[in-house]
């Protein structure tokens, strides 16, 4: 088992995947960049990832990283482009100790990772959604609102976003060009270990989500447990959503597991 998933519900467009089945892919790094100070971009590429599946704006690879004791699973979400048989894996750089934060400092082209792929939880929903990311969540926001905007684009103006993260300029950008095209965009600047409480004081005041009107069929969560856990309990106690239209998943590890 993943420690770090808490996966509530799984999208019902992202199961083509065999979930479940260790199905490990050798890929070789073809590309680092760096996006901002502390997100650096890693293109690894496999030859199974040019087989299109369907897995999802929010799939990642759980890459098996050098721990201090042993090997580790680190999960990074995964933008797949199948024609070239690519996955770029957006990295933020958040400790200096972390094994995926140590592996994207020091990764270079023609170094090889294993890893799983794994869908994502994510389905588009006409009803209307929020969608809450903190930091580490962001790579898959990202990928959810370009996947909103490609095949559902009537979608955007129901989608509802709140991003929890210390440092806006994170990903260059993203605000600017989001923003004035959802339904409504909160941005919440708050150190780690604190998204939670005040994602969930932002939701508790209901008129300061979309002037107050707003009301969404599912909601959508990434990020520290706490952060996931207050946006699952709000969802319910304030649109009275059902455990199937939550998908939330915690990004934060409680534990390595050698793998
Ligand atoms: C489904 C899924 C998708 C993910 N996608 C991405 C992705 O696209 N990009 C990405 O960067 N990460 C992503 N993550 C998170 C990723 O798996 C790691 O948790 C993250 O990279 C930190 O790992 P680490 O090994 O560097 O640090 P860890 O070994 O987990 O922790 C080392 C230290 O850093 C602290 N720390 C860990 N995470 C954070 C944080 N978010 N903020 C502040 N301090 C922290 C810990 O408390 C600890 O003190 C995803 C996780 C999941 C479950």
Redesign the pocket.
């Known amino acids: 088992m ?1 420690p ?2 808490a996966t509530v519900s799984p999208a019902a467009d992202a199961l083509a995947v065999p979930v479940g089945t260790e199905h490990w892919i050798d890929t070789r790094v073809s590309a680092v960049i760096d996006l901002a100070a502390r ?1 650096r971009r890693v293109s690894v590429t496999a030859d199974v990832l040019r087989t299109p599946r369907h897995a999802g704006p ?1 799939a ?1 690879l ?2 098996c ?1 050098p ?1 201090a004791d042993g090997k ?7 933008a797949i482009d199948h024609r070239s048989g690519t996955a770029e ?16 400092r020091s990764v270079r082209p023609g170094d090889r990772v294993r890893a799983v792929l ?1 869908p ?1 939880v994510w389905s588009a929903d006409p009803r209307g959604q929020l969608l809450v990311a ?7 926001l990202t990928a959810i609102l370009d996947r909103i905007d490609l095949a559902h684009p009537e979608q955007l103006s129901r989608t509802h976003v709140i991003v929890a993260a210390a440092d806006a300029r994170m990903v260059p950008g993203l605000e600017q060009w989001w923003a004035p095209r959802v339904g409504s965009w909160h941005r919440i600047r708050t150190a ?2 604190r998204e939670g409480s005040m994602v969930a004081r932002l939701l508790a005041d209901g008129g300061r989500i979309g002037g107050g009107r707003v009301r969404v069929g599912s909601v959508w969560a ?3 447990c706490d952060l996931v856990a207050a946006v699952s309990r709000l969802a319910a106690e304030r649109w009275h959503l059902s455990s199937s239209d939550i998908a939330a ?5 409680r534990a ?1 597991r050698s793998a």
């Open positions: 993943n770090s998933v997100l929010d990642h759980r890459l990283l721990g580790v699973i680190r999960p990074v979400t995964a894996l957006d990295l933020v750089l958040v400790s200096d100790d972390g094994p995926a934060t140590r592996w994207a794994r994502g903190d930091e580490v969540g962001v790579p898959a780690p270990g990434a990020g520290a998943t915690a990004y934060r590890h390595d």
